[in-house]
Each structure stands twice: as structure tokens, then as C-alpha cells.
């Protein structure tokens, strides 16, 4: 079973709903698909057993057999390529991989070479199986990262998925053939108003979905209202509480520091497992 | 004309509480948010949008069913995925024309995809240019950059001085379109490990860029700790640490109504965040000196 976290707007909580979630689950993955910025290692502080580097294919253009028919650089959507007068430029932080250039020089001049963009690690934290993405400093697409951290999902286990914040590409390949996706708030005017761009995806992709309130009882009852309208399920609320804040400065899991908190998560993943009909045995 | 953009890497730093503050403060500033993904600056400066405009950033791949004669090769060739059983998934699909060329009867062609709006809007405190990109679509980046090419536009018939960039959280491509050109990066921050893992790689990415780089600490007081090691790792990189806003439950307050907090308090993340813009509008204009 898979299981994407996700939200609207940074800092609402995620890695904490994640990272608890998984530590109180058994035969549980954590894997945490925020490729820019993962945060789970700090909360679970895994031992890392393998380290896997993420390659993109760009393009290699063979200048002994190309004809400068600029062919290539016409066709490349991304202006990835440009043609000067005997030679090529090759811009590869543009190139998206789709081996389009190869495929279309008449002259077989084009090959393939990988490229670094990142890095896959994969290792243990106590009884937990954890992976995480890391994108290369200055590189501008994450997907591709998040993709090859997906390739390491574990469909025996519950795998746990953190996502990055926002709606964008790096979300969506991420929350993508998820069982089920939690969608961590706050009550603030922004919080909601984030909130529903999310809500907006997860019915796009027809994601079942529900949703975890973080910091409750700072705002008002604007959010509440909401999920009644819409017909959206709060899962879980997270008191505002200063020893919350600040046993997340210290990277401290909040399951560690008040093991009571397990039953909470549990029973929020029990409650998931209902709603999808499927009440197994995976604990 | 100088840019300033705020960026932070880690999510709900505090970055658009800042840039509102900023815009209250600067003097003839056009204001920019680049956080096309969620952007929440409008929540608190109610700009009354003047016109707004449809962004096609990116490319589709659309079949016709008609001319298909199921071969598959499309399917094949596609290194997205973006094609299954036939279907072309237009979530997946990036435009990159590779089907198009492969399909022997001409059945696929790329089409204009609307990825978002852009808005050219006006506030109190000066123009103000925001984006929305539609749930779920690609090509953040490109709306970004054309964001801030309707910002230049404005500023060439004006005495603006300053454009401000709220930005949004990662390390991406919509951070570094966000990034690219500017003259100044605020990276605000927060004393929790985590703020500290996201800071050094967004200073990382600032430096790739080599663009002059400030820090902040939002609530610093919450964690001295891990406060005074941020402190220990701008002093390392040669990074300037211009500002630190303690806890102040007044920010929130102001959030909740919508307001920007240094025009409704004088409390202490208010002061701070004056002394900040000092600081900030020092190294943006006298920088040379």
C-alpha cells in the first residue's frame, strides 16, 4: 500500500505526519521524495547502506558525422541544443532526456552519455526501511529524482511518501498511483487557501484523500468549514503546542518523546485502511 | 534597477511575511511572487488585479483517434511513460514531440498547453505581478521567468528602483528562475534542524549561481541552539547574517486578518524586521560604495 503525504504550502508538517506515521507502523518504508530539500534523515537518522547516483541521458553529438543540418536543435522543445557553424552547444540542465535529437539526425551523429543529477540512498533506521532522493546543488529538475526513488518502492510494505511542498511536477510524479494521500494543513488564511489548490489536484488525479490539521487551534474555524462544504475528511489534529516545535527543532520524532502518540497514528492508518475498504493485516 | 529575491529553501520560513513587510517598506518597488505553485502574497496585500493573461508554457502531445491505427510505436518511443494502453497522460506527458515524429500516420500533433494565468495587478503599496499555475501542470519555471518579464515590462515605463521576488521553497527550477539575474538573496530561515539542512543547500545554490547572498533568522528565539549554529555557518561560508525576528505571536495575529505586521504592530518581530530592511536596502543600493 502506497501512501503520499503531501500539502499545498511548505511548512505545514509533513515530514512530522510522515515520519511519525512511519515509526509507528510495522513492516513500514519511509521514503522521502522531497528530492530539493529531504528532511525525514534528520527525524530518523538512518544508517545508509547503498547509495545509487541518477543519471539523465543528453545528448553526445559525434562532430566527425554531423552535417550542421541543425535538425536537431529544430526539433528539440526545450532548446536544449543550438547549432553555431561547425559545431553544436549542448546545454544540458535544459535537456529533458527524451532522446528526441537522436532519434531524428539523419546522420546517426548522435548518441547518448549520461549525467548526474542525483543520488538515490537507501538504508535502515531501527525496524524501518528508509529512501530518500537527494537532486545535485543548481539542478533544476527534480522529477527525474523523484522518479528513481519511486523505483525503490517495496510493494510488500506500507510505503510512506513525503512529498515536497506546492502542486507542481515534483508533487505530482510523487502522488501518482498513491493508494491513498494525507493532506497536511494549518488553520491560517494561507494554509486553506493552499489547501485547495491541493484538494483541486487530488480530484484530478482521483486520489482518495483526507486531512491532517497541523498546529490546531491557532486560527479559526474557516478550514473546518471548508472540509464540511467539500465533504473532506479530517483524519487527525496536531495541537499547537510549543513542546511540538520544539521537539521538531531538535529533529526529535514526536512518537519517540510521547510513545502515546503511536496510538494516534495508528489508528489514523486504520482509519485509512477502512476508508479504503481493505481492513488487512499488514500489523 | 536591482532585484531583491527572498528565498529559504525549507517551506513556511516566513519568506511571504517578509516580502509583504518589504513592500510596505521600500519606497517605488514593484512587487513579483514567484511562488507560481502556491502563491499566498496576495492573501495578505488584496492586490485589485488589472488584467490578466493565459500562459501556455509548454506543449502537449494530442492524438487523433481517428487517424490511429493502434500500432504502438508511440507508446513505445515515449520515455515518460506518458503514453499507456494508447492514452496519452497529459500529467506526464512533457511536449518534448518524439511520438509526433515516430507516428507513421500522422495521428499525433503538440499542441499549446494553458499551464496558469498571470496577473498584473496594483496594491497600495505599488504594482504587483502574480501567477497562478493550474493544478497539477509542469513548467513552473517558465511561468516564473514570464512573471518577471511582465515586472521588467512595467518597470521600463516607471521610476521604480526595486523589484522584490518572493519566492518559493525547494531548490528547483522554479527557485533558480526565481534566482537568475537577481542582484540579492535573502535566505530566511529557522532555528530547527531542518531549516538548517535546507539553508546549506540553498546557500549551495545561490553560490552555484554566484549571487550575493544575506541570511535571516525567523524566531530565532525559539531554539538558541541550533540558532547559534546557523550563525557558525554563515560566519564559516562568508555569508552575512543581517537579521534575527524573535517569536512573536503578533506575526500570526496580523497573518490570521490578512494584515501585514508592520502596519498593525510595533511589537518586536515588527522592530526587527525594520532594522532588517535597513540592513537589506543598505547592501541592495549602497553595495557599490
Redesign the interface.
Known sequence: MIISVASGKGGTGKTTIATNLALSLKNCQYVDCDVEEPNGYIFLRPQIQESKTVYLPVPHVHLEKCSFCGKCAEFCQFNALAVAKENILIFPELCHGCGGCMVICPNSAITEENRSIGVVEKGKASHLEFVQGKLNIGEPMATPVVRAVKDEIDEEKIAILDASPGTGCPVIETISGSDYCLLITEPTPFGLYDLQLAVEVMRNLRIPFGIIVNRWGEGDSQLEDYCLKENIPILLKIPFSRDIAMLYSKGIPLVQAHPHWKANFLKLFEGIEERLGEATHHH | MKQLTII??????GK?TLAACFAVLAENKIIVDT?V??P?LH?ILHPTILSQEEFSGA?IAVKDKNKCTKCGKCEE?C??NAIRDLKIDY??C?????CV??CPEEAIT?EDKPTGYIYNSETKYGPMIHAR?K????T??KLVTEVRNNARKISEGGSYNLIILDG??????????SLAGTDLALVVT??????L??LK??V??AE??KIETLVCINKYD??LK?AQEIKEFCEEKGIKLVGMIPFDPEV?RA??Q?KVVVEVSNGPAAQAIHELWDVVSRCLFHSDN
Open positions: 529559504s529553501g525549507k517551506g513556511g520560513t511571504t511562488d505553485d502556491a499566498d492573501l506543449k518511443i520515455r515518460f500529467l506526464r512533457e511536449g518534448c514531440g518524439v515524429h515516430i503538440l499555475l493544478a497539477g501542470m509542469e513552473s519555471g518559493s521553497p525547494g531548490i528547483g527550477c522554479p527557485v533558480i528562475a529557522e532555528p530547527t534542524l531542518s531549516g539542512s535546507d543547500r540553498i549551495g545554490v552555484h549561481f525559539i531554539n541550533n500570526s497573518l490570521a490578512g
